[in-house]
């Protein structure tokens, strides 16, 4: 796992790296090993994999080669890192994104899909602005001259999941605590519900709600995000005060990926979901 609180490498640098570092661990070198037949410097290698260098294509031929990698592997990784770098896309508001979440909306632009569970609000994708307005105003992280431009992010971020030909695959699974959550107005309440039966009606989202009635579940531990892509491993995302846990080892990804299928099958279906909600909007 890896932990952000500073600066944070682009997203895509980032993905490549961790993917670097996969190939390493399974061919059990280090780096002082790996050094020889590569030809390149312990120092070189680790900035490789900490993304604090770019990776072209000749030197993760020669790294994924050294540490026995099949070709296509090979072939995908240099077609990952020959990918245009659109994934500061938040640029225009870094003064209020920290780098560590940086990195990580810079990844989810990269994924094809997205699991996400909220035990406590419903995940920033899913929210109204006004919703989010309150939510940013209620942070203590967020200082008050940058809340209108941490809402824009949002709502900027948001559009992933309406935007372009090939949007994002979200499947969420949200308590009814988060549902619950009184966040400033009724009429504030009712457009975030109407908001959430309205995208749970869209072909590339899933929602599910998951009540204390449907019983224990396997991710009592909180809130975790899953990233899947077309050309690389899955990572996992756990959001901390002040930064960022990414959980990029195979055996900690799968644990996390039981967790989402147990919270898929405790939680109520996609249509009773709705119904669920849609009975929360009546009663406001």
Known sequence: MLAQRGSGPSALRWLI??????????????LA????????SKQKLGHLETAERR???????????????????????TTLAGMTDSTTWWG???DVVPDWLGTFVGLERLATNEFIFGPITLPGLMQTPEYARELTYAALRVRRDHAERTIEFRMERARRLTDGETPLHLHTVVTEQALRLNVGTSDVMAAQYDYLIELA???NVTLQVVTPERGPHGAVNGQFVLLDF???????YVELQDGAIYVQHAGA????????????????????SVGFIADLRKRL
Do not use: F
Not at 56 to 77: E, F, M, N, S
């Open 201 to 203: 009606d869209r072909p």
């Open 92 to 94: 225009p508001w870094s």
């Open 17 to 30: 790296g961790v993917e670097l570092a996969h190939y390493r661990n399974r061919a059990t070198l280090t």
């Open 253 to 272: 990804v799968d644990t996390y990926q039981e967790s989402a299928r147990s919270l898929k099958t405790v939680a109520l279906p996609p249509d009773e």
């Open 55 to 77: 990776q072209y294509p000749t030197d993760i031929t020669k790294v994924l080669t050294a540490c026995g990698a099949a070709q296509h592997d090979i072939d995908r990784l």
């Open 230 to 236: 077309e050309i690389a491993r899955s990572i996992g």
């Open 33 to 40: 090993e790996l050094a020889v037949p590569t030809g390149i």
